[in-house]
Structure formats: structure tokens, C-alpha cells
């Protein structure tokens, strides 16, 4: 199978690169420890990024009117224009991009946990829980990207899902740079199995997209891929669908395995199946027959080392696993 491609992902730096929480401390987290020596890591800090010392009073999103602001209760101080300024410049100059992962609940980097605040500094939070004002930016800016926060990462289904998302938007963005109709086919051969696993239907709709029956320009078939692709990983596979895949992939080697052989596997999808270990395993049975028989076409398949064996570690929080 082709190397790697190293992709270029978007950390809040207070994940585990710098201490620049509002209490001068770092937030530890194992899976950024482990992102960070693969990844392409572009690490800013809002709040430290349009001048709050480290370190400071803390920040809180308000609702005024119908508007929300970004107001430092302590002091008074209202960040809303400035935060708003400098994410739409940090965002303009951020160039390509695979991912974002940011700190969960914070004012500025947060996904949908962030309190709510009234009018008054010392105001009770308001029901229910919104982004914060780069989090929501990047929400608004990036609706195809992985975007994750440093908690959610905890659960091995999703740190799956974001580390397949991440790895091929890095890929198709290498081959995007110099496009050519035979890499756009190579490329749709070797994640033919990931696809089927994610969404037959884009599947499908992206084959269509490659066979190019209308003979369009090569830029407008990239075009018209891109705009396909995000949508086949948009959700992440179920349970029955990569087992699916897996059995058909199994089907290559059933007259050269043992019964032995046969149970182990058929015990590695079941626990697959109960959320008891992660995709990983059963895939690294299939990629083992791979090698031992030489099987040219399944070598070449995403599916079975979607990103680095050494982002592969099985932590798991234990929460949001997917009963399907």
C-alpha cells in the first residue's frame, strides 16, 4: 500500500503544546500526545492570540439582545471584536487543512458544550450549551472537515472516524495539487473497500464521478470528486457494513486457512461487532493474510491501515459507543 501523507490538522495550544489556559496551565490528553508526532500541527490559542495575559480572568459568552459576546466578567472587558478579527484572519491565512481538534468547553475553542451566559457578569448560565466564537467559526468555515474536541477523542469509535477523515482528506489534497485523471482512478481503486464501508451510495456516486462519461475537463471531474468525497465520511461506518466488508475480504483466503484460522477470525469480528475491541483488530487479521498469501489487490486497500499503526492505540472512555 502507498505511504502515508502527513496531515495538516488545527490543535487548540493548550492541548498538550503550551500552558496558555487562562490558569497557566496545559490540558493533557493521550490522543493529541499521539497525534502531534505524525501530524502537521498548526497550534494557535485565541484567547492568549489577541492579547489576554497568561495568566488571566477568564472569559465568558454572553447573550445580549438577540447578539452573543465574548466578555471577561472581572473586569468588564468585552473581546467579542477583537476575537471576531483575528479568527477571520487566522482562518483567511490558515491555508490548506485537514482537521481541527480544540478544547471542549472553552469560550473561544469550543464545539457545542460552552455555557451561556445573561447580561450580568455574575448572571446564572443559560439552559442548553452553544460554540464558542472560533469554535463556531471553524464549524461555519470548515462544514466537510473532521472537527473534534480533545474529549470526544477519548472514545476509540470516533478517534477512528477522525483519523480516517483526517488521512484521506490528506491524500486526495496531495493528489488535488497536480490533478490527473489516472491518479483520481488509482486513487478510487485503493479506498474501494473504505468506501463500501462508509457509504455504498457516494460509492457509487463517486465511481460514476471517476468513469467521467461525459468527457469533462479534468479540473471540473476534481471538482465535482471533491465535493462527493467529504459526504462518504461524513457519519461513521456501522458495525454490519465494515463487517461486512471484512467478510468479503476474508472470502479471498477460505480455501487457504485453516478452521482454526477461520474461528479466531470469526471471533475477532464478534467482538468487533459488541464494541469490545476496535475495527483495528479484525482488519490487522485480514492485513496478515494479506502478507502471508500475497494478495496484490487487498495489499492496495485503505480499508485495512486507514491511518498509522502508531496512532492505533485501543484507550477507550468507555462512552458513546455505537450499538448498531
Not at 483575528?86 to 475553542?109: A, Y
Not at 450580568?120 to 466537510?144: D, Q, Y
Not at 472516524?161 to 488509482?186: D, N, Q
Not at 476496535?278 to 490487522?284: A, D, R
Request: charged share 25%; hydrophobic share 40%.
Amino acid at each position: 500500500m502507498m505511504g502515508f501523507p502527513v496531515p495538516r490538522v488545527v490543535f487548540s495550544r493548550c492541548l498538550t503544546f503550551d500552558n496558555c489556559r487562562y490558569n497557566g496551565q496545559i490540558i493533557a490528553s493521550e490522543a493529541v500526545e499521539q497525534f502531534r508526532r505524525v501530524l502537521d500541527c498548526v497550534t494557535p490559542c485565541p484567547e492568549t492570540d489577541i492579547g489576554l495575559g497568561i495568566p488571566r480572568d477568564s472569559i465568558r459568552m454572553v447573550k445580549r439582545g438577540e447578539g452573543l459576546r465574548l466578555v471577561q466578567p472581572a473586569t468588564g472587558r468585552d473581546v467579542t471584536d477583537e476575537m471576531r478579527s483575528w479568527t477571520r484572519d487566522f482562518l483567511d491565512n490558515l491555508g490548506p487543512v485537514d482537521g481541527f481538534v480544540l478544547k471542549g468547553r472553552s469560550p473561544s475553542c469550543g464545539l457545542f458544550d460552552v455555557k451561556l451566559f445573561g447580561e450580568t457578569s455574575k448572571g446564572s448560565a443559560l439552559p442548553g450549551r452553544i460554540a464558542g466564537m472560533f469554535g463556531a467559526a471553524v464549524l461555519e468555515r470548515f462544514p466537510n472537515l473532521p472537527i473534534e474536541d480533545e474529549g470526544r477523542l477519548t472514545n476509540f469509535s470516533i478517534r477512528e472516524h477522525f483519523l480516517t477523515r483526517v488521512y484521506v482528506s490528506a491524500r486526495f489534497r496531495e493528489l488535488a495539487a497536480k490533478p490527473a485523471m489516472a491518479g483520481l482512478v488509482k486513487f478510487q481503486a485503493e479506498n474501494k473497500l473504505l468506501l463500501m464501508a462508509y457509504n455504498q451510495a457516494r460509492m457509487r456516486e463517486l465511481g460514476r464521478v471517476v468513469a467521467n462519461p461525459d468527457k469533462l475537463p479534468v479540473a471540473e471531474v476534481f471538482r465535482r470528486y471533491a465535493e462527493v468525497l467529504p459526504q462518504a465520511f461524513a457519519k461513521q461506518p456501522r458495525h454490519t457494513s465494515a463487517i461486512n466488508v471484512l467478510q468479503h475480504a476474508a472470502g479471498y483466503f477460505k480455501d487457504r486457512v485453516s478452521a482454526a484460522e477461520k474461528r479466531f477470525f470469526s471471533s475477532a469480528l464478534a467482538s468487533y461487532r459488541d464494541g469490545k475491541v476496535p475495527l483495528s483488530v479484525p482488519q490487522s487479521i485480514i492485513r496478515a493474510l494479506v502478507a502471508r498469501f500475497g494478495e496484490k489487490y487487498l495489499e492496495q486497500q485503505t480499508f485495512f491501515t486507514p491511518y498509522p499503526e502508531a496512532l492505533q492505540f485501543i484507550s477507550d472512555s468507555g462512552k458513546g459507543r455505537r450499538t448498531d
